[in-house]
């Protein structure tokens, strides 16, 4: 065995052939090896032996001899390589060629501590700091699609090797998206079209779901859904000659990303249940798992997956990217200052119930992360129940709830309130049992936080009441409810400002001031002076006009106008007035004229405040708000 850490500029060609070289013999066991090098003595063997005998269960001769002090780390592993022919390096003397770079993602050799060195024929080369750690090897196999040959690297020596090969080697780096859909993924797609078309008449035996092109599709597929803060991916098979459809959802908006031909349908779906650990067998059933896309050589990022079979034998498949989200700081959410303050000002209170609503898909999960975000401190034991656990936060002692095995909302919020909690966050009140527990939590001194599937602030309530709560009860624990909805933001880079001719102005208020009434278009021209005068002091340009804004469309939006997301919130403040209202079961529009009387915004007004602010514009607030 030669070791390459002492040769002065061992090139990758050098090394290739003494890894081709006939390894030869070497000693029947470790500790004969290590007194042929000279490192212990056969005394000394004796005795390790001797312990190791005796030590239960029975542990490592080698990790015996280092805890001793016999021997070090990087003797023994040298040892190690030597007597089982694996060659050592030094990555400072080697420069990695870009085409082995290209074949592991930078993320992965930084988060394994791996480089990847040369490609011979078929084969990758790669420097790893333990060379029989067969989880990581067979990561490396199944990312490159190569078989692997591993090599030992000088103890660490391949930390800074890593950052230096991929920052001079810019090639090895996937070429930049501008487009709408990436080339490689055309690409990818071209060639399967391909090597269906060459096995055409199989059907279900077109492509093995372990293909190495399929493979590679549909890693660049999450890897691009990521890259894009898509929300969902939408596998949709059909018969031939129809294609398979990709379709994500970035900003809300589904977007046609991709088609794939149909003889792949069968092994698209295969691959993305073997990643799920699912059935592969089973399509007359619906099923749902979860992807780490990390094992798979991408982001720390996961997917829930759902499979849901659809007409002649077919099966859609639906991803929603989870892993890799952060709390949100409450003042990133959109929250206008007056929203902001007043959610504070019910975040401060030592007990009471705050609810968040709107329909699926409006950010509930992410405002009640970021309000947890705020009250998570070293003082607090916070306890939540969610389905799924979609954002985690150190700190935060989080629950996966199990439905099936009867690991409930309203079980999990039984045991919390027996594990001194301070602050207790359920994923939903979907039912009866929840939300008469989550009240009478709040009421014995929790702060308890929840979400409801509801239009509005004041329909919540109606909702509550409806579904058997005690008005008196739910009245007293009520502090906030806070509805919101999300809209697109304009893109920064390339909206217009254009000055708001009158009319479009006076259309304006008249659209402010009806939201609360319900009837727009129906206010007074004094009420619509005051506001415009309002706006004039909050969102006029130094030449005191105010403006509308105009998307338009660049490379950074993608030609959309809009860029991310925002939310329009509609604060809900619980009083003595609302609470009596509650107990005698008011409707939704007394409790809505209840909160306006205190200074509340509809989301509509909200909307609009945010349209004369430049962050997004009217069609956008019309179409989150038409109720």
């Not at 993305?272 to 982001?299: N, S, V, Y």
């Not at 509930?364 to 070293?378: A, D, F, G, P």
């Not at 005690?470 to 920064?492: G, H, K, T």
């Not at 619509?528 to 338009?552: D, F, K, M, T």
């Amino acid at each position: 065995m030669t070791d390459l850490s002492t040769s002065p500029a061992t090139p990758l060609d050098a090394l290739w052939r003494q890894l081709q070289s006939d390894p030869g013999t070497h000693e029947a066991h470790l500790g004969q090896a290590l007194i042929s090098r000279h490192l212990i003595d056969a005394a000394l063997l004796e005795r390790a032996l001797q312990a190791q005998a005796r030590s239960v269960p029975r542990r490592e001769l080698g990790e015996m001899l280092v805890e001793a002090g016999a021997l070090t780390p990087s003797q023994l592993q040298a040892a190690l390589a030597g007597w089982l022919g694996v060659q050592i390096v030094d990555p400072d003397i080697l420069e990695p060629e870009p085409a082995a770079l290209k074949r592991v993602p930078q993320s992965v050799a930084e988060r394994e501590g791996v480089l990847p060195l040369m490609v011979r024929g078929d084969t990758l080369v790669v420097a790893v700091p333990d060379p029989w750690n067969k989880r990581v090897l067979n990561d490396l196999r199944f990312i490159s699609d190569l078989p692997i040959v591993a090599v030992g690297a000088k103890p660490g020596s391949l930390a800074s090797a890593v950052a230096r090969a991929y920052k001079f080697h810019p090639a090895a780096a996937p070429a930049p998206t501008n487009g709408a859909v990436p080339t490689e993924l055309h690409q990818l797609a071209a060639d399967l079209a391909r090597s269906a078309a060459s096995d055409a008449g199989n059907d279900r035996a077109v492509l093995s779901e372990s293909d190495n092109t399929l493979v590679r599709l549909v890693n660049r597929l999450i890897a691009d859904a990521v890259a894009h803060n898509a929300s969902d991916i939408h596998i949709e098979t059909a018969e031939p000659p129809r294609p398979v459809r990709v379709r994500m959802r970035v900003d809300g908006d589904l977007v046609h990303w991709l088609d794939v031909p149909a003889a792949v349908r069968f092994a698209l779906v295969a691959r993305l249940k073997i990643m799920a650990d699912l059935d592969i067998a089973e399509h007359r059933k619906p099923q749902d798992g979860k992807i780490d896309f990390a094992r798979h050589g991408g982001t720390a990022t996961e997917l829930r997956v759902v499979t849901i079979p659809t007409s002649r034998g077919l099966e859609d498949v639906v991803l929603r990217l989870l892993g890799g989200m952060e709390p949100l700081p409450l003042e990133r959410i959109g929250l206008s200052a007056a929203n902001l303050s007043g959610l504070r000002s019910v975040m401060a209170k030592a007990y009471g119930l705050v609810l968040i609503c709107g329909p699926t898909g409006c950010g509930k999960t992410t405002t009640l992360h970021s309000v947890m975000r705020e009250l998570n401190t070293i003082k607090r034991k916070i306890w939540t129940a969610e389905d799924p656990v979609e954002i985690t936060q150190e700190g935060l002692r989080q629950v996966q709830v199990n439905p099936r095995i009867g690991w409930t909302f309203a079980a999990a919020m039984r045991t919390f309130l027996r594990a001194d909690p301070d602050v207790i966050m359920i994923g939903e009140m979907r039912d009866e049992e929840t939300s008469r527990i989550a009240v009478e939590a709040s009421l014995t001194g929790h702060l308890v936080m929840s979400t409801l599937h509801t239009n509005s602030a004041p329909e919540s309530i109606n909702r509550l009441l409806e579904i058997g709560l005690d008005p008196f009860m739910f009245s007293d624990s009520l502090l906030a409810i806070l509805a919101q909805r999300l809209v697109r933001r304009l893109c920064p880079d390339c909206r217009v400002a254009e000055p708001m001719p009158a009319a479009a102005l006076t259309a304006l208020a008249h659209q402010y001031l009806g939201s609360a009434t319900g009837t727009p278009g129906v206010s007074s021209a004094d009420d619509e002076a005051a506001l415009i005068a309002r706006w004039r002091q909050r969102h006029a340009a130094p030449n005191g006009q105010l403006r509308q804004w105009r998307r338009v469309g660049c490379r950074h939006c993608e030609g959309t106008g809009y860029r991310g997301r925002m939310g329009l919130h509609e604060l809900l403040v619980a009083d003595e007035g609302l609470r009596v209202l509650i107990r005698r079961r008011a409707s939704a529009a007394d409790l809505q004229a209840a909160g306006l009387a205190t200074g509340m915004a509809t989301l509509r007004q909200d909307g609009i405040e945010k349209v004369l602010a430049g962050d997004t514009d009217l069609p956008e607030v019309l179409a989150a708000t038409n109720q």
